[in-house]
């Protein structure tokens, strides 16, 4: 037999202790600020319906689809994002669920696309919704929680040049201009998708892909001048007060005003977000430090999605932050936590025929709280002492036979200065 590949499949990862602690550091301050703000936590299959994901507006996502039929000829796929899954719980549950709903979820999501720096083919991702809202508040929020994350695991975003920014625009601005073109709305959502390619593919390839959908390479242009607009006055020569969307970026500054994170927000409408299914307000985070200037999370709003798959239309907003673009950021900048292993305690037999009393020992402490191992390898008491220190361990109890046989246990601290001392067995109603 050959020996199998030991790496794992390309685009994906191995986490060894070490790296799962990290990923359960990021995991316990997302749930942490999630909770703070008074979301739940939600989860769905992994193994999905391809259906959810399939859709005619051409969205990357529906190409980079790990999908097969599973041995009951069903289309299936595994999860290249949450959100369809929540609306399709959303549907299931109908008038039952009292809105307004907030979740949150920690979701692993598989595409098929080219790994580069800070993207792979999985990836976790928190996700934030708030589902039954048509106000601009709950995007405000939204925001302000990941400012919140942000802040939590290390990134500046106070004073003259914070760490990260939000760039947000509104879909409707877009759509309009698209509808103005006499595209209907499915070439419309189309062309949104190809836009938030521009900075991939060059404005040569994008032109061409445009005048496909039947945008001519003057509108194509007119289109790409409206891209570079930046700021609310640049914005408000160009529409009438009361355009939706104009209106909607207003309300949203002077809520982000109140949650303290208005500094951080600069209204670009380049930003397009590329799932078809966003219909208002969109943003993206971007890393504003070091190399990786590139977006560590997005959202949106997407009130018609629920619509889309067959159901009532349900007002919803979230945001999808991943794991890989937030680690990078944070090891370039010199941020990642010192997270090493932490044992309270080890005890160590220094006879097999002590193993027993060892066990017993042990259970004690854990019982107690204590994280504790039991060493039953019967070394060198040195390797003993150096393996217990280098896995973090505050203590080691140490069973000799002569200890034992007064009734004792050596309890020696470890560390910068070892002490040792005798502990009575019968101390943890054991002898």
Known sequence: MSRIDLEPVKGTRDFYPEDLRFRSWLFGHMRAVATAFGYEEYDACVLEHAALYIRKAGDEVTRQLYEFMDKGGRHVALRPELTPSLARMVMARGAALALPLRWFAIPQCFRYEETQRGRKREHFQWNMDVIGLASVA?????????AELCRRVGLRLDGPEPEALWRVSDR???AD???????DEERAAAVCVLID?????????LLAALGELGVDREASRRLFA????????QLGALLPAEHPGLRALRELLALAESHGIAHLIRIDLSVVRGLSYYTGIVWEVFAAAGTFRRAIAGGGRYDRLCAQLGGEAVPMAGFGFGDIPIQEVLAELGRLPPLPRTLDAVVYPMDGALIPLANRLAARLRAQGQSVAV???LRRFKHVVQRAESDGAQALYILGSDEVARGVCKRRRLGGARQ???IPLAAFGIA
């Open 172 to 174: 409707r601005l877009l």
């Open 197 to 205: 390619k521009r900075g991939k593919i060059g404005d040569e390839e």
């Open 226 to 233: 409206l891209l570079e607009v930046r700021g609310l006055e």
């Open 375 to 377: 060493d039953y390898t």
């Open 138 to 146: 709950a995007e405000a929020e939204l925001m302000a929680a990941q």
């Open 420 to 422: 040792e001392d005798d």
């Open 177 to 183: 201009a698209l509808a103005g073109l006499g595209l």
